[in-house]
Each structure stands twice: as structure tokens, then as C-alpha cells.
């Protein structure tokens, strides 16, 4: 046959494969796969002579002729051919999933999601997440991990998808999507005298720093808001302990003189332990409270449907 190689042979397996790009290997798919050169064109976009020209380049890299005529005039696959086409397909599947556009299926998914979450987005946000997750990916799991100095490098590196985050967005190559605004509120034992004061008509910042305070260790980069306040009017809280979690400085309040500032979405759980919230004596500005992830995932289906879920 005019155009078949000499001497050798064609070239195999990786150097044979060289020979063709994407748009040939698709053809030649769709050609193994109906027998027609016009169907496999029309599937691939092809004129008529466009398809000849890929079926001519074809046999020459094949050395063989992959379309041969029947005892009724029909195309037949030849032998080669034949013993093409489960890898070729294979290769086609192959392609599509390293090219195509990557799915994203809830239903099916048993994708491990790691989100970072202090104990207020524990408290106020994880519980509705948990529900709508199992909800809508039944066998997906949800792993959440505390925040702490490392949790951006984790980010980074894919060890954490998501993280709820705040007060102050990081820079890039980081993402960051505000959810709403958080401001801060004070509580303090039913006993404690601010609860008669906010009662009276509200607490003063003499009063407010004349008590011992609980600080929050916040979990993130950054000094604690209310200290950041406080220091450019040369003031600064009295420290009597520092803990990693409002659930167990709640529990040291009632019956002390402790003071405790913690977001408002929280103090309501605070007061339904009997806590008295109040108002901050000094105007402290609401804060925004988010989502941080990696640019690196901006595309990837699972975590966009994951922060579709959360926002």
C-alpha cells in the first residue's frame, strides 16, 4: 500500500504514540468504533478531506491499512485494528479524565472534608453544616480541625479544604468569603455586679477592667481584639486566666468575679446557662466572619460545593 513505511517497521508503543496528538487519537477512536471514516469525521468535526488526510496519516504511523473493504463493499476493521481498539478506548477514557471537566457527584462521594473550626464555628455553624453534608452526601465525611498557628501552611498544603476564619482576611494566595458580621459582647454571673450594672443602664470601662477577665486564646494569627481596643487608649485588661475554649469559661463564671467577652451568636447559648450578657463599654467595631481556602482549590468541584453548602 502507497504510503506504508519500509525496512523496519512503524514505531512502537511510546514512540509510535509521539506520532499522535489529541484530535487524532479521537479520531481514530471514533473510527474503530463505527468503521466509517465519514462518522468517525462527523464526530470529530472533520471535513471529508480533512478525514481522509487523518486516516492516511493513521495507517502510515500504523503501518497497516486499520479500514479494509468487505465481499459486499462494506469497511471492515482489519486485524490491527480490531486488536486496537480496547486500548485505544482506554486511552480516550483516560484522557477525559485527565482533560475533561472534573465531576462532582454529593451522592456518591466519599470524599473526606477537612475543615478548620474553633469552638464558636463548632458551636454556631459545624452543627447545621454536619446536617446538611450528611443530607445531601450521604457517605461524604466531615473532619474538623482546630485552628492554630500552622493551620495556613495546612491550608496550603491541602490538609485543611476550608477553614472558618476571622477577624482579619489573610493576604494571597489566600481566599476569603465573609459570611456575616460579629461583634463582641460581655458576660458575666447573674451575681456579678456589671449584671446590676447593665441592668442600671450599662456597664462602664472603669468597671468593666476593675474585674479579673477570662481571655480567650483565639486560635488564629493575631492579638485579641479587645486588647487591640483598648491599647490606644492606654488601658489594658487584668488577665486572670487564658483559655482555648468559651465552653469551659462559661462554666468558671458563675459565682466568681470573672469577666468574659465573647461573640454575640454565642453569648445566646451563655445566656441560656443563666449567664448575663452586656454591652462593651468602648466602640468596638463589628468584625468579619468567614471562610479562608486556597486559590489552589478555587476550581475544584468538592470544595466549591462544600463552601456552596456553608455559605
Not at 14 to 21: G, K, T, V
Not at 49 to 75: C, I, M, N, W, Y
Not at 90 to 106: I, N, T
Request: charge should be neutral; proline fraction near 8%.
Amino acid at each position: 500500500m502507497r504510503g506504508m513505511p519500509e525496512g523496519d517497521g512503524p514505531p512502537e508503543g511510546a514512540a509510535l504514540a509521539d506520532q499522535l496528538d489529541l484530535r487524532t487519537i479521537r479520531f481514530l477512536a471514533r473510527l474503530l468504533e463505527t468503521g466509517s471514516v465519514t462518522r468517525a469525521g462527523d464526530a470529530c468535526r472533520l471535513t471529508q478531506p480533512a478525514a481522509s488526510r487523518t486516516l492516511a496519516r493513521l495507517r502510515e504511523t500504523f503501518g497497516d491499512p486499520l479500514l479494509v473493504k468487505g465481499r459486499q463493499g462494506q469497511h471492515l476493521l482489519s486485524a490491527r485494528a480490531e486488536a486496537l481498539r480496547p486500548a485505544v478506548m482506554r486511552a480516550e477514557a483516560a484522557l477525559d479524565r485527565a482533560f475533561g471537566r472534573e465531576r462532582f457527584d454529593p451522592v456518591t462521594t466519599r470524599r473526606v472534608f477537612n475543615v478548620g473550626a474553633t469552638e464558636y464555628a463548632m458551636t454556631v455553624l459545624a452543627p447545621d453544616l454536619m446536617r446538611r453534608v450528611q443530607a445531601q452526601a450521604p457517605h461524604g465525611r466531615l473532619h474538623f480541625h482546630p485552628p492554630g498557628a500552622g493551620t495556613l501552611d495546612a491550608i496550603e498544603e491541602g490538609r485543611i479544604d476550608i477553614c472558618f476564619w476571622a477577624p482579619e482576611a489573610p493576604p494571597e494566595p489566600f481566599r476569603f468569603r465573609r459570611l456575616y458580621r460579629e461583634h463582641l459582647v460581655g458576660v458575666v454571673a447573674p451575681s456579678h455586679p456589671l449584671a446590676r450594672e447593665e441592668a442600671s443602664g450599662g456597664v462602664s470601662l472603669d468597671s468593666y477592667l476593675d474585674f479579673p477577665h477570662i481571655a480567650l486564646a483565639m486560635g488564629v494569627p493575631g492579638a485579641n481584639p479587645l486588647d487591640r481596643m483598648l491599647a490606644p487608649l492606654g488601658r489594658t485588661r487584668r488577665i486572670a486566666c487564658v483559655v482555648a475554649h468559651f465552653s469551659a469559661a462559661a462554666a468558671a463564671l458563675p459565682g466568681s468575679d470573672l469577666v468574659m467577652s465573647m461573640p454575640s451568636r454565642l453569648a445566646g447559648f451563655a445566656e441560656e446557662q443563666g449567664l448575663v450578657r452586656f454591652r462593651l463599654p468602648f466602640d468596638l467595631p463589628e468584625y468579619d466572619y468567614g471562610i479562608v481556602w486556597h486559590t489552589r482549590t478555587d476550581a475544584d468541584p468538592a470544595i466549591k460545593w462544600l463552601r456552596g453548602l456553608v455559605r
